[in-house]
C-alpha cells in the first residue's frame, strides 16, 4: 500500500519525477494518443501522403466533422491520433507560426523548424504545474527545399524523423506492414497504396472511403492536397481494399 500511495502522488504532479526519473503525466498523454485512431505517415521520392482512419462513432454524423488532417502551410500538412481538441489547438499554432515565419522572413517555413516550434511549445506544458501535457501525436509533412520531409510529435515534446510511420491505434502492427513493404525510391501513387493497404491490414483487408482521409503534398508543385471521397474510392478500388457496399 505504502508504494501504492508513493506512485499516487507522483502521479498527481506534471513538476514531479518519480524516483525511477519518470514523468506519469506523459506516459498517461501516451497513452490517450494510443486510443485514439490511427494515422500514417509516408515519404516518398516524389513527395510526402498521409493517411487516417476518420471512422465516424455514429452513422448519424457527418464524416466531413471529423478532422484529423490539417493543412498547417500550401507545403505543410499535419495528420493526428489523440485528443481532437489538443490537437486543434497544436494545429492553431502550426498555423500561426507558418504565418510568421513568412511575414517575417518572406520565405515558407522549413519542415524541420516547424516541427521543433511544435514541440518546444509541447515540452512547456510537461514542465509547468496547474496545466497538463497535450494528448495526441502529429504526423508533420512537408517539403523543405525541394525535398520531402516527415515528422513525428511526441507528447513528451521530442521530435523524430521518419521515412513512414503510424501514430494512434494499431501502431504496432501498422509500422511492422510499413517496414516490411516501405520502398524510399517508390512514387507518390505507390506511397497511396502503401499507407492505405497498412491501414487496411488492421481493418480486415478492406477500408470504407468516407472512414478514410487521404492528402499529399507533392515534391514537384510543394502544394498540400486532399483528396475527395470519390478520389479515395477509386484508389481503394484499384488497389482491391474497398469494402462492400451491402447494407
Known amino acids: 500500500m505504502q508504494g501504492q500511495s508513493q506512485q499516487q502522488a507522483y502521479d498527481r504532479g506534471i513538476t514531479i519525477f518519480s524516483p525511477d526519473g519518470r514523468l506519469y503525466q506523459v506516459e498517461y498523454a501516451r497513452e490517450a494518443v494510443k486510443r485514439g485512431s490511427a494515422s500514417i505517415g509516408v515519404r516518398t521520392a516524389d513527395g510526402v501522403v498521409l493517411v487516417v482512419d476518420k471512422r465516424s462513432r455514429s452513422p448519424l454524423m457527418e464524416p466531413a466533422s471529423v478532422e484529423k488532417l490539417h493543412k498547417a502551410d500550401d507545403h505543410v500538412g499535419i495528420a493526428s ?99 516490411e513493404h516501405y520502398d524510399p525510391e517508390a512514387t507518390l501513387e505507390e506511397g497511396i497504396e502503401l499507407a492505405l493497404s497498412a491501414l487496411a491490414s488492421v481493418n480486415d483487408g478492406e477500408l470504407d472511403p468516407e472512414g478514410v482521409g487521404v492528402a499529399t503534398v507533392d515534391a514537384e508543385t510543394e502544394s498540400y492536397v486532399g483528396l475527395s471521397d470519390e478520389e479515395i474510392a477509386g484508389h481503394l478500388s484499384e488497389y482491391g481494399l474497398l469494402a462492400d457496399s451491402e447494407e
Open 81 to 179: 491520433a489523440g485528443h481532437v481538441a489538443d490537437a486543434r489547438q497544436l494545429i492553431d499554432f502550426a498555423r500561426r507560426q507558418a504565418q510568421v515565419n513568412r511575414l517575417r522572413y518572406g520565405e515558407p517555413v522549413g519542415v524541420e523548424a516547424l516541427t521543433k516550434e511544435i514541440t518546444d511549445h509541447i515540452q512547456q506544458y510537461t514542465q509547468v504545474g496547474g496545466a497538463r501535457p497535450f494528448g495526441v501525436a502529429l504526423i508533420v509533412g512537408g517539403i523543405e527545399d525541394g525535398e520531402p520531409r516527415l515528422f513525428e510529435t511526441d507528447p513528451s515534446g521530442t521530435p523524430y524523423e521518419w521515412q513512414a510511420l503510424a501514430v494512434g491505434a494499431d501502431r504496432g502492427e501498422i509500422d511492422d506492414y510499413l517496414e
